[in-house]
């Protein structure tokens, strides 16, 4: 598209052109004059010699023509200096890098360009020679430049766009001038870089009056000189205003001189100024902003200007107070969160120090809460645990700090307290509060706390001391029964390192293979011979000698260590059933221990089913069976699932000490489960404890009436063995037939008792001396 030319701004090159045009004028005129000279003077010379009297005689024809020549001479040679100057005038201006030139002939045909045009176009100038001067000049104005005799364009400055090889458009400004010969010269220039920064300048208006943040320019003296829309729209003041004005009018009052002159020392030793600023609207309203001010100076070095530029962080604040409340407090109850109590309870400690008052940290627990979430899903846990932290913030007076820190564990710090009277006073009234029945979407729910009481600066001088104290409380209260507080002692805190203790042990005990299992045998009723090994766990523990696993499955289930042994326990029971088949055992089956805990969250199906997969379970006279503790119960609809599945892989299914719980057989009956196994205390008193005999034989006939299988464990005694013969007991597992074995000892027992026991054992055998440690293992893997 061509435009008139706005401005002319080669004036070198006009020049040039000037002079070029005007000698050529010049040129054309001396020749003509010497041509006439030449032709005219003689013929007058002789028209003269024809007069009567002649002015002179007959010239000297040689020295006349030398005088003519002589005269022609002088004319041109002045004109060639001249011509040869304004060709290097011509031919510096043509050298300049901005400047490109074009031949072209009348009929629009390029002849010659220059190599500026060939590299801007991207053609050779090769290339170029012979192509028509539209294939680079596309506007309408060069199309049919060839059919006349002379551009009607000459002499005018235009700006078009010059199509390259490429095919991208060049936008340049150009001139056409005539040339001898009916050819035309095209000079040109490269109007991008031009544009570019014109473009710049756009961009920059742009910027200014689309920008979000406020801008406001002052000069030297800080007197305002331009607004943009984003400074009205923040301040409520418009451009006309504030012009001239000082940005003081904008004085929140907020900020002591001080800051003022911080900032202009800032800004005359750097240029530059950053912070955040309060700031008064047209309104009157205050707001905080965040600012950057730079001073704009001259080449001089002089400050010509300064630039404002802020944006309201006022919506930013609310956010960051916002954020601040979320990381210190619980989301789901409100209460201060782990960080908040630490930070809240450092500062009671300072305080207390210096008042020489003492503090008391009550730590809670609640108990069993986990079962809340298993058996009524996690959204009631919410609810419980929202409404928990309610009961308990009015249970407490409102200087009393209230924490969650976590599950369902939290915390109560009583200053300035009386004796411990009074701290137990207050465990018991949070107790009852926090007992009291709550409805959770349609169903009553009742839920207990432990809580353990630690002392400033008895138990603990700061906030890490104390509230491990406070814990190690409250894991008492636990092991005394739960819904109670416990103190904290020193005896406390050695069973509270005892547990640290076996939990660093027992993480090094898998890798460092100091687990093992012994194996129990468990013998047919009928037949004598031995229908099933129970796996049990041992830890060989490097400095204690052998741990029973009283000792550390606690520990092991409170620290999620218990999927790990459980799962190497049913990886090792495995491989020893596969080698006892292997090495011809008719044995029924091999049974493992099964935390409830286990069932309940760990995968366990998949663990078993690799298990047995690797070692070729059930096959032939080998089958795994899994023994669970009554505690399971509890969670019946999720174990009903996982159990029905371990089912479906064809694992047996036993409840071990049953009795000791409170569920009923008739529970048992909507269970998928295979065996019962009566507790050991029962059998232990058969022969003296007519409830024992008369318990032990109701669950044996209900359980048969259940079409379960009935094993008794812990018997010892030919009259133990006896009775539940005569109960019609299926099978036995005790010392009366082996204690629990090392797998090589299993082995030879196996070995040995091939074909069975006769009918009762023979005193050949006689029963280890039992350590009664080892021979009660409730619920252990
Ligand atoms: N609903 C809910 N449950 C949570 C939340 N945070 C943790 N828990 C659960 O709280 C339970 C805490 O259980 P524990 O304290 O270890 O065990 P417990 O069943 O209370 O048993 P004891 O403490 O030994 O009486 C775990 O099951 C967690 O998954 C939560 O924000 N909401």
């Known amino acids: 598209m061509m435009t008139p030319a706005t401005k002319l701004d080669e004036q070198a090159q006009n020049e040039a052109l000037g002079d070029a045009a005007e000698l050529q004028d010049q040129g054309r005129l001396l020749l003509t004059l010497l041509w006439l000279v030449a032709l005219l003077l003689p013929l007058v010379v002789l028209g003269l010699q024809w007069l009567p009297h002649p002015p002179f005689g007959p010239p000297d024809w040689a020295i006349f023509f030398a005088a003519l020549l002589a005269l022609m001479g002088l004319g041109l040679g002045s004109f060639a200096s001249r011509l040869r100057r304004s060709e290097q005038r011509l031919g510096r201006v043509l050298a300049q890098p901005w400047l ?39 506007a309408t104005e060069f199309e049919d430049i060839g059919d006349k005799p002379t551009p009607v364009l000459a002499g005018e400055l235009l700006q078009t766009e010059m199509r390259c090889h490429d095919g991208q458009m060049l936008a340049i400004e150009l001139v056409i001038n005539p040339l001898p010969g009916e050819r035309w010269q095209l000079l040109l220039r490269d109007l991008s870089e031009g544009q570019r920064s014109q473009q710049h300048l756009r961009q920059s208006d742009i ?56 900032m202009w020392q800032s800004l005359a030793e750097r240029g530059h100024w950053q912070g955040e600023i309060w700031n008064r609207r047209k309104n009157g309203e205050l707001f905080p902003s965040w600012q950057t001010i730079s001073a704009v100076k001259n080449s001089a ?8 530029l802020f944006s309201d962080i006022h919506s930013l604040k ?12 619980d989301a789901l109850t409100g209460l201060p969160n782990r960080l908040l109590f630490a930070n809240d309870l450092e500062r009671s400690i300072e305080r207390a120090k210096r008042s020489g008052k003492s503090i008391a940290l009550l730590f809670l627990d609640l108990d069993h809460f986990k079962l809340i979430n298993d058996t009524m899903g996690h959204a009631v846990g919410d609810k419980l645990l929202h409404e928990i932290a309610h009961r308990l913030r009015n249970s407490v007076r409102a200087q009393d700090g209230v924490a969650r820190l976590g599950g369902d564990e939290f915390t109560v710090s009583l200053e300035d307290v009386g004796g ?15 007992s009291e029945p709550m409805q959770l979407e349609g169903n009553q729910v009742t839920i207990s706390p432990s809580i353990g009481i630690a002392f400033y600066p008895a138990d603990g001088a700061n906030t890490e001391d104390l509230t491990r104290a406070a814990d190690a409380a409250m894991y008492r209260a636990k092991q005394q029964g739960r819904k109670t507080f416990a103190f904290y002692s020193t005896e406390i805190m050695a069973s509270s390192v005892e547990r ?42 490097p400095e204690r000698g052998l741990v029973q696993p009283d000792s550390f499955i606690g520990v092991a289930e409170e620290t999620g260590l218990i999927s790990e042994i459980g799962e190497w326990v049913i990886q090792q029971g495995c491989r020893q ?34 298990a047995m997969h690797e070692n070729q379970l059930p096959g032939g006279a080998i089958k795994l069976g899994i023994e669970i503790t009554e505690s399971l119960l509890q969670s019946m609809p999720q174990s009903i699932e996982v159990l029905g599945k371990l089912r479906a892989l064809g694992v047996r299914i036993a409840i071990d000490d049953f009795g000791t719980g409170f569920s009923s057989l008739g529970l048992l009956k909507q269970l998928p489960i295979d065996v019962i196994k009566i507790d050991k205390m029962f059998v232990r008193h058969l022969a003296v404890d007519g409830d024992s005999q008369a318990i032990t034989a109701a669950m044996i006939s209900m359980t048969h009436t259940l079409g379960m299988g009935v094993v008794a464990e812990g018997v010892e005694t030919a009259e133990q063995l006896e009775f539940l013969r005569m109960q019609s007991c299926d099978v036995v597992q005790g010392y009366l037939f082996g204690a629990p074995l090392c797998p090589a000892e299993a082995t030879q027992l196996l070995v040995k008792h091939r074909l069975g026991w006769p009918d009762p054992p023979s005193a050949e055998f006689s029963p280890p001396m039992p350590d009664k440690g080892q021979s009660d293992l409730p619920g252990l893997p």
């Open 577 to 610: 059933a596969r080698l006892w088949r292997e090495q011809g055992f008719n044995l029924g089956y091999l049974w493992v221990n099964v935390s409830p805990r286990q069932i309940l969250h760990n995968g366990i199906e998949d663990a078993i089913a690799q």
């Open 207 to 262: 910027v200014f009056y689309n920008a979000r943040e406020a801008i406001m320019i002052t000069d030297a003296q800080a007197c305002v000189t331009a607004v943009n829309p984003a400074f009205t729209a923040i301040t409520g003041y418009t451009a006309a205003e504030v012009m001239g004005l000082n940005p003081h009018f904008q004085n929140s009052g907020r900020h002591e001189a001080v800051f003022f002159s911080r």
């Open 301 to 308: 070095g002089q400050v010509e200007n300064y630039v404002s």
């Open 100 to 138: 490109g030139e074009l031949i072209f002939s009348a009929h629009g045909l390029l002849l010659e360009v220059s190599p500026l045009v060939a590299r801007l176009s991207g053609y050779s100038a090769q290339g170029l020679s012979g192509r028509p001067l539209s294939d680079l000049l596309p």
């Open 500 to 541: 640290v203790l076996i939990e660093r042990g027992l993480r090094a005990a898998l890798s460092a293979q100091q687990l093992e299992l012994y194996y129990q045998p468990q013998v047919d009723m009928v037949t004598g011979r031995i229908v099933g090994m129970e796996a049990l766990l041992r830890w060989h523990h």
């Open 420 to 434: 411990a009277d009074d701290v137990a006073t207050m465990a018991h009234k949070i107790i009852a509060a926090l």
């Open 318 to 329: 609310n956010a960051e107070e916002r954020l601040h409340h979320l990381a210190h407090h």
